[in-house]
Structure formats: structure tokens, C-alpha cells
């Protein structure tokens, strides 16, 4: 016989799924020496690398899941695929997830864009939930951010701010197994 689950249980076991599938990336990215894949990236960070920039407003897109990179505020709540870090952000990401198994329009996320990279303003658990069920595209409000590169930017921040690419795996350190 197959059971029936509730909604809200399902909701609650998708959080717990979540919370424990960031938890063993992590300890996987610590046992290969890869912080890389640890954490989203700060538009702070990115926009730093920008030298004289502005921003326009650029409406209602659809925007490729793949595409968020990063979070303006949050970006240490969440690791590098947007699964959630923190326990008490439980019954806000459930919430999330029953209204997605039921089939709720959520609002628009709110995303700033730096080259062909996204980072959210508004909607990081929202987003979380979308990537966690594996949707696609998600509809966002978009403000894009334009700027030249500073030459002195950082490596790691540079490329983050305009390369989808970004996440490249450091070579083996010696004497570890990759």
C-alpha cells in the first residue's frame, strides 16, 4: 500500500532533504580541498570589481536557474547550489516548498545582473526551493549593473562577476586522492 503524505509534511521533509544534501556537499568540498562550491557568491564582491558602474532597470524576465550565482545579503545562508545552511530557516523554506507541491504562484523574484550572472535582492529562499525541485526558469524582476572591470579586481571576484565559469576545481594538492 502506498501512503499519502501531506502536504505540510512533505514541505518539512523536503526542508530536512535539503538542509542534510548542503551538509554532505560541504563535508564532500572539505574532504577535496574545494572551498569553491562552499558558498554563493556576494554581489558586493562583484559589484567591487566594477569600476564607474550604474544600473538599469531592466523588467520582467525569465530567468535560467543556473544563471543565480550569488545573493546580496544572504549569500552565506545558502551554499553554492542554494541549498539552505541553517536550521531556522526551516518554516520559511517549508512554506515555500507547500506552496510549490500545491501549485501556488509565488511572486516574482528581484535579481541583479553583472555580465551573464544573477544575484538575488529579493526571493533567496524562493529561489532555494525552485533549484532544491529542479525547475528551469523562474520569473524575475531585473536590475542589470554595468561597469567596467577594474584592472586590479581580484581573480576570484572578476571572473565571478561576468563568467558563469567560475567554479573551476583547484588541482589536487599533493599527497591527496582527488
Not at 550604474?54 to 545579503?73: A, F, H, N, P
Not at 539552505?84 to 511572486?107: C, D, F, N, T
Not at 579586481?153 to 567560475?166: D, F, M, P, Q
Request: charged letters at 30%.
Amino acid at each position: 500500500m502506498i501512503g499519502c503524505v501531506s502536504v505540510q509534511v512533505q514541505g518539512d521533509k523536503d526542508f530536512k532533504r535539503a538542509l542534510l544534501k548542503a551538509s554532505v556537499r560541504r563535508w564532500k568540498s572539505r574532504l577535496r580541498w574545494d572551498s569553491d562550491h562552499e558558498r554563493l557568491l556576494s554581489f558586493d564582491e562583484a559589484k567591487g570589481t566594477l569600476s564607474h558602474w550604474s544600473q538599469v532597470y531592466r523588467g520582467m524576465r525569465t530567468v535560467e536557474l543556473e544563471k543565480i550565482i550569488g545573493s546580496v545579503g544572504r549569500y552565506k545562508d545558502f551554499d553554492g547550489s542554494f541549498l539552505p545552511h541553517r536550521k531556522w530557516m526551516g518554516e520559511r523554506w517549508s512554506r515555500i516548498s507547500r506552496a510549490y507541491h500545491q501549485g501556488v504562484e509565488l511572486p516574482a523574484v528581484s535579481l541583479y545582473k553583472i555580465g551573464e550572472a544573477y544575484y538575488v535582492r529579493d526571493g533567496n529562499h524562493r529561489v532555494s526551493v525552485a533549484k532544491y525541485h529542479g525547475v528551469a526558469a523562474i520569473d524575475a524582476e531585473v536590475v542589470e549593473i554595468r561597469g567596467q572591470r577594474r584592472p586590479d579586481a581580484a581573480r576570484s571576484t572578476a571572473s565571478a562577476a561576468g563568467n558563469l565559469a567560475h567554479r573551476r576545481r583547484p588541482a589536487p594538492r599533493e599527497g591527496v586522492a582527488a
